[in-house]
């Protein structure tokens, strides 16, 4: 079986989240996408964050409906801070599949050499280099990355180049469609009592409005 795995905060899990996932399983021939909540991130702080449990459960939601995708909780479970490494070792020893494919989003690529283990993580793995799209967000509303991913980020981000980046050597970009939500505008549209029932999946929107969630309540 070929997994491929496509961690985050999912604060919340979104429609581009599951349009992504679908694109590696139709494009790239993966069985099945693993969706890895984030329990604490090393490289940003993360907004008007809900507790990891209310993050994975939406994200639990979102996968009922399509066989091929699936949360793995590992994280959650292991808690402090989640190295994407650790979790790809553990998802080697739980399910031995034929391939990992590991999905990175583009707001990710100039930092990627900072990552634990970051050369072994291309020796396990396929990366997946998918797009997403640039939004200018709420301040208010968006995650910080911090450290030396901070400095990294002011620094790199907008002079890097793909094919200088050697651990991208082999990797694999997708051609995906990126929508235009993220979960930062979401965040903000829910405390704004604003639409965006359709920019989450139903049960997820069901979800975030019965909790009021995000100061979300009509």
């Not at 994975?56 to 590992?74: G, N, S, W, Y």
């Not at 280099?129 to 981000?157: I, M, W």
Request: net charge neutral; aromatic share 12%; glycine share 6%.
């Amino acid at each position: 079986m070929k997994i491929a795995v496509l961690g985050g905060s999912f604060n919340p899990i979104h429609i581009g989240h599951l349009a992504l996932a679908d694109e590696i399983c139709v494009s790239l021939g993966y069985d099945k996408v693993l969706f890895v909540p984030v329990f604490s991130p090393p490289h940003k702080n993360m907004n008007g964050a809900l507790s990891p449990e209310k993050r994975a459960k939406m994200v639990e939601l979102a996968c009922q409906d399509d066989p091929r995708f699936e949360i793995e909780p590992c994280e959650i479970q292991r808690g402090g801070i989640s190295y994407t490494y650790d979790t790809v070792c553990f998802i080697e020893e739980k399910y031995k599949p034929e391939k990992i494919g590991l999905v990175i989003g583009r707001d990710l690529f100039s930092t990627f050499y900072l990552w634990n283990n970051a050369s072994l993580l291309v020796e396990k793995c396929e990366l997946i280099l998918a797009e997403r799209p640039f939004q200018t967000e709420d301040k208010n509303f968006k995650n910080k990355a911090t450290g030396k991913y901070s400095q990294a980020d002011d620094c790199e981000e907008k002079e890097f180049r793909i094919e200088d980046e050697p651990l991208f050597k082999n990797a694999v970009f997708l051609k995906n469609e990126p929508l235009a939500v993220s979960s930062t505008s979401i965040r903000f549209r829910a405390a704004n009592k604003m639409a965006f029932q359709y920019l989450v999946p139903s049960k997820v929107f069901k979800y975030i409005i019965d909790g009021n969630l995000y100061g979300s309540k009509n």
